[in-house]
Nanobody, 125 residues
Framework: VQLQASGGGLVQTGGSLRLSCTAS????????VAWFRQAPGKEREFVAV????????YDRDSMKERFTISRDNAKNTIYLQMNSLKPEDTAAYYC???????????????????WGQGTLVTVSS
């Protein structure tokens, strides 16, 4: 599976962006796909995950209030809709996929086998 992330850019505080992660391969619908982000000088952190069943998990409630992860299997694409963006959301955002991940590992970046190249989100104050 090859992943292509896109949709990042420069936005003002309070603005919105929709990130996309498009995959090659006809079996993408069976993959668990997550978004991670990494700010300069910080470790990569989990943002949200969507499973083949379309169930979702977010890193924390405050993120769930502003972000929505979804999938369109017909387009082999995972989306991350981000609203009410804050300067602390500034980071490179990566999508990652796995078809063998276990439930307890969905928040761990080491559990994912396939990664997109990252798309940069910059939120100005």
């Amino acid at each position: 599976v090859q992943l292509q992330a896109s949709g990042g850019g420069l936005v003002q505080t309070g603005g919105s962006l929709r990130l996309s992660c498009t995959a090659s391969g006809s079996t993408f619908r069976s993959y668990t796909v997550a978004w991670f982000r990494q700010a300069p000088g910080k470790e990569r952190e989990f943002v949200a995950v969507i499973r083949p069943s379309r169930s979702t998990t977010y890193d924390r409630d405050s993120m769930k209030e502003r972000f929505t992860i979804s999938r369109d299997n017909a387009k082999n694409t995972i989306y991350l809709q981000m609203n009410s963006l804050k300067p602390e959301d500034t980071a490179a955002y990566y999508c990652a996929a796995s078809n063998t991940i276990i439930a307890s590992s969905v928040r761990s970046h080491s559990a994912y086998h396939y990664w997109g190249q990252g798309t940069l989100v910059t939120v100005s104050s």
